[in-house]
């Protein structure tokens, strides 16, 4: 598990061309965690390999919202506006598919979580960690993420050519000018 999230942490900084980015991304995985462990507590499931395999389903969602964010994020400064501008536009305009993805991946586990069946004791610890965690790693994506982002983006001011941080991403996207697009 742990070189699988570092070959995913090298992938995240490929994809975003910052250390500092690519940590921000990371940060969603300690809440989902949080949030599987919670569930977890919550109904009075022990950890198991399957939960162990629920977390790691967890983190790949967690990385993906966080880079969906990031990147609409630099899209939008690479188009002109200032840092505070971009993360409000930016959160505004993926809320839907951050949302979407987190009910898409909930909804499709609360079979499992409710099972009674043969196998159901495998099933379950799974489901109930990707669901708990999923509630709990939207929140962060879709509320500290961008104060993170807002935050760190103002204290690391970009190098002398300005586009240290700023990584080439998306430039083939369409410019992103309401929340609606």
Known sequence: MPLGLLLIFVLVFFALGSVRQAILVYTGIPLAITGGVFALWLRDLP????????????????????LVMISVFNLLREQGRDVTDAVNLGALTRLRPVLMTAL???????????????????QRPLATVVIGGILSSTFLTLVVLPTLYEWVERRFKPGKNGSATIPSVGSELPAIDSPHS
């Open 47 to 66: 950890f198991s390999i399957s939960a162990g395999i629920g977390f790691i389903a967890l983190s790949g969602v967690a990385v993906l919202n966080g």
């Open 104 to 122: 898409v991946a909930s909804l499709g586990f609360v079979p499992m979580a409710l099972a009674h069946g043969a196998g159901a004791e495998v």
